[in-house]
């Protein structure tokens, strides 16, 4: 009788564990999904220009494929050498000068006063990437940008 109580309690307590360890990953999860969501919202809710700074925020297209993550940035009027792009604390930054200045007459009537002279946006990086071996190029007003997926490490067991 001892013996099964004994083997009973080791089961309930593996289970306890095992469930314990399922949650922490549905959290994990969750969090993800929750930190995804908040930054494409995030993206969508705010305006795409600033008449304070006369700034413009670009086309942003991001997608992943299985070995990099990859960002096109619309940057028509813009020159190369006048494009920065920076990583830093899983955040990229891209900043371009207009080779001339971009107005609206059409639009509202702050955009209408505002002659705007820069792009600038910033982008919110996964974790799992390798950002030194990050690439990028410039064509037809297209700034595009590939950034390695980290590689596994594999674990040499003894």
């Known amino acids: 009788m001892g013996m099964e109580r004994k083997k009973k309690k080791e089961k309930d307590l593996w289970s306890f564990k095992w469930a314990k360890y399922l949650l922490g990953e549905v959290e994990e999860r969750m969090r993800s999904t929750r930190e995804r969501l908040r930054a494409r919202f995030e993206h969508v809710m705010k305006p795409s220009w600033n008449p304070e700074t006369c700034c413009l925020e670009p086309l942003i297209e ?4 299985d070995k990099e ?5 619309d940057l028509p009027c813009v020159k190369k050498e006048d494009i920065e792009v920076h990583i830093e604390n899983k955040d990229l930054e891209i900043s371009a000068k207009c080779a001339h200045v971009i107005k609206f007459e059409k639009w509202g009537t702050i955009q209408r006063k505002t002659d705007f002279h820069s792009f600038r946006s910033r982008v919110h990086l996964p974790l799992y990437l390798d950002e ?3 690439k990028a190029s410039f064509k037809g007003g297209i700034l595009q940008i590939k950034i390695p997926k980290e590689e596994k490490t594999k674990i040499k067991i003894d």
């Open 62 to 65: 991001t997608y992943e494929s």
């Open 69 to 73: 993550f990859i960002i096109n940035v």
């Open 132 to 134: 030194k071996r990050a």
